[in-house]
Antibody
Framework: EVQLVESGGGLVQPGGSLRLSCAAS????????MSWVRQAPGKGLEWVSA????????YYADSVKGRFTISRDNSKNTLYLQMNSLRAEDTAVYYC?????????????WGKGTTVTVSS | EIVLTQSPATLSLSPGERATLSCRAS??????LAWYQQKPGQAPRLLIY???NRATGIPARFSGSGSGTDFTLTISSLEPEDFAVYYC???????????FGQGTKLEIK
């Protein structure tokens, strides 16, 4: 069964840092690009970042560029999101998602999410 | 940046009725559009990709249509489990950047 399990969320003060992880199983992890998508409380979906299967290419939304870093360890089948200089507006449920195929267009498998709260 | 506008914001229907949800793009996205379903407390689920292709395991009552700037998700006969929020999504050409519509809440009348 294809599965994604996020972890690492929690309460952090403004200006702080947090690293999210996403453990993948049930598919050849290194063959697929991956993404992080977030959802603020009561709001819609917002794409955060994406990374190629090899990890050599990374992409970011303007709202997180320069503060967040996406990475992956294909030997551990794990995706990461390092979040620095956190702001109140980064408060959200963070989902990791697998792209459907090499075209990078659509996300066909999602984790259950991990909650990040930025507050003093 | 391409903006996706969904309408209506809320749709109130009864089980067995037909649902028609709209997604309009601020510029052409060809057929590169997806639809997702999200139930409360759950992750989104891919329903439709490339505007009209059903994802694996999605029932035939879900169908998508459209190209360019105007897209429609149709649920032919609503089942109780279909009441949820629906989002459309597109990807810009290069570099990849993804946008979602603001969502349509499908509620029981």
């Amino acid at each position: 069964e294809v599965q994604l399990v996020e972890s690492g969320g929690g309460l952090v003060q403004p200006g702080g840092s947090l690293r999210l992880s996403c453990a993948a199983s049930g598919f050849t992890f290194s063959s697929y690009a991956m993404s992080w998508v977030r959802q603020a409380p009561g709001k819609g979906l917002e794409w955060v970042s994406a990374i190629s299967g090899s990890g050599g290419s990374t992409y970011y939304a303007d709202s997180v560029k320069g503060r967040f870093t996406i990475s992956r360890d294909n030997s551990k089948n794990t995706l990461y999101l390092q979040m620095n200089s956190l702001r109140a507006e980064d408060t959200a449920v963070y989902y990791c998602a697998k792209f459907k195929d090499r075209s990078y267009y659509y996300m066909d498998v999602w984790g259950k999410g991990t909650t990040v709260t930025v507050s003093s | 940046e391409i903006v996706l506008t969904q309408s209506p914001a809320t749709l109130s229907l009864s089980p067995g009725e037909r649902a028609t949800l709209s997604c309009r793009a601020s510029q052409s996205v060809s057929s590169y559009l997806a639809w997702y379903q999200q139930k409360p407390g759950q992750a989104p689920r891919l329903l439709i990709y490339d505007a009209s292709n059903r994802a694996t395991g999605i029932p035939a009552r879900f169908s998508g249509s459209g190209s360019g700037t105007d897209f429609t998700l149709t649920i032919s006969s609503l089942e109780p489990e279909d009441f949820a929020v629906y989002y459309c999504q597109q990807r810009s050409n290069w570099p990849p950047a993804y946008t979602f519509g603001q969502g349509t809440k499908l509620e029981i009348k």
